[in-house]
């Protein structure tokens, strides 16, 4: 069966190469224009096309999934499959060009967390299981019939890339094994319930700042849950601090919540109820450093 792949991210790669281990056919990997990054604006490859790359893959990187060269490009291959895993949104004209359709590998167990980060909406929701969905596109995102998925647990101290990282494992064995049943023709498909659907929105900076006047438990999931990116953060003298690894202490916050307290090497902030101790943190312009390191550099810190 000729497969056409398309995705952007680390998460995507594991199951470009298991697709290729196996000895799939896949005709092209379709990733998103390359970037200019950095101070000297040096071009940037997804970490998909330098695997394609070195896999010697035929690679496209349209700038509108809806130009009509690329479209098609994309018919020429006379794909019988299209697999998505973390790319953009398909349009109709592209998803039902091949034979047997066009599936997606989602980082969440759907209909729960429907949208562009449900990685870090589960982590910091306090979710202690998560997984990964294959299913067929249709038009609304992340709506379609699914085929299968794939359970894991969520550590108490887990943070976003330890499960971003085991789930892009996961969902690469669940994509081969998806292959498998729809080139056998076995696949038994069924509906999403829409009663059970909840939003996974994308996360934008101003959605990473921490209010302390929370619960103590509810700022560690949130801290973890955005850890290491983009990182939850707090102000100190009007800079940002990123705090990357936290945990929940049995002290009671005796003081305002915000309020920051040096003791033993440690960084403890007072929550609405229970002090969360900081293990790593990074001040605006500095290395991310652990909390001894950061104190010792710091002398001493002003809530």
């Known amino acids: 069966m000729k497969i056409i792949f398309m995705g952007t991210p680390g998460f995507a790669v594991p199951s470009l190469k298991i697709l290729l281990d196996n000895k799939y056919d896949v005709q092209a990997v379709v990733t998103v224009p390359d970037k200019k990054k950095g101070r000297g604006l040096k071009t940037s490859f997804s970490e998909v096309k330098n695997f394609a790359l070195a896999k010697n893959l035929k690679i496209l990187q349209p700038d509108s999934l809806k130009d009509e060269n690329f479209i098609k490009e994309i018919k020429t291959f006379s794909p019988g499959l299209i697999i998505v895993v973390a790319f953009r949104i398909l349009p109709e004209e592209v998803f039902t060009i091949p034979e047997f359709g066009s599936i997606n590998l989602h980082g969440s167990l759907l209909p729960k967390y429907r949208g562009a980060a449900p990685v870090n909406r589960a982590i910091m929701n306090g979710d202690t299981e998560t997984g ?70 994308k996360i934008h900076r101003e959605d990473c700042k921490i209010d302390w006047d929370k619960g103590s438990s509810e700022i560690h999931n949130f801290i973890r849950g955005l850890s290491p990116y983009p990182a939850a953060f707090t102000l100190m003298d009007n800079k940002i601090v990123k705090i990357y690894s936290s945990s929940v202490t049995d002290l009671k916050s005796g003081h305002e919540p915000g309020s920051v307290i040096i003791g033993n090497k440690k960084i403890f902030v007072c929550t609405k109820d229970k002090l969360i101790e900081i293990h790593e943190l990074q001040l605006e312009g500095k290395k991310k450093i652990n909390a001894v390191d950061f104190i010792n550099g710091l002398g001493k810190i002003d809530s």
Do not use: Y
């Open 132 to 201: 990964v969905t294959t299913f067929f596109l249709k038009n609304k995102v992340d709506t379609g019939n699914i085929i299968l998925q794939s359970k894991i647990k969520i550590e108490p101290d887990d943070n976003a890339g330890i499960i971003h990282d085991k789930l892009s494992v996961v969902g690469a064995d669940l994509v081969l094994k998806t292959v498998r049943l729809i080139e056998k023709g076995n696949v038994i498909e069924f509906s999403q319930d829409d009663s059970l659907a909840s939003p996974a929105p």
